[in-house]
């Protein structure tokens, strides 16, 4: 799911766990992931919001969540952010984290 400015408060307001992860066209790591990213969003959907934030497009949202790096995965539940990943890691690892919030 790609969320930006425009659709970010609607998405969140659904109150359910979020995994958000931040990330740039030009982020080879972030295309790395990119496909993991996706499979858990097919796996968890209904479940939770797994979705996208594209940094340059959305820079208003990286500045509220003090994104300096990219990718960061950010782990929300009832609105705070609980657990965050910055850099690529194995699906399992994020798996691991969506888990736990739920």
Do not use: H
């Not at 030009?26 to 968890?44: M, N, Q, R, S």
């Not at 194995?90 to 969506?98: D, H, I, R, S, Y």
Request: charge should be negative.
């Amino acid at each position: 799911m790609v969320i930006n400015e425009e659709n970010y408060e609607e998405i969140a307001s659904q109150g359910k766990p979020m995994m958000l992860d931040f990330w740039a066209t030009w982020c080879g790591p972030c295309k790395k992931i990119g496909p993991d990213i996706e499979a858990l969003a097919a796996e968890y959907e209904g479940k939770a919001i797994v979705g996208k934030i594209d940094v340059e497009e959305s820079e208003d949202l990286a500045m509220q969540f003090g994104i300096r790096n990219v990718p960061t995965i950010l782990f929300i539940k009832d609105g705070q952010v609980v657990d965050k990943v910055v850099g690529a890691a194995p699906k399992a690892t994020f798996e691991e984290k969506l888990k736990a919030i739920l």
